[in-house]
């Protein structure tokens, strides 16, 4: 069965139609989401009140 589903995977032609709708209801507010800082993500920031 397994090895079936992964043939008809490898032999499907595959697109991004299905995708794009997903993505644009994704990026649909992203004008709304505030930058980052630069250093939001180091790891003295994820980890500065961890103890």
Do not use: G, V
């Amino acid at each position: 069965m397994l090895e079936q589903a992964l043939h008809t995977l490898a032999t499907e032609t595959l697109t991004t139609d299905p995708l794009r709708p997903a993505l644009q209801e994704l990026a649909q507010f992203s004008d709304k989401i505030p930058p980052l800082r630069d250093d939001a993500l180091a790891s003295e920031a994820l980890y500065q009140n961890h103890d």
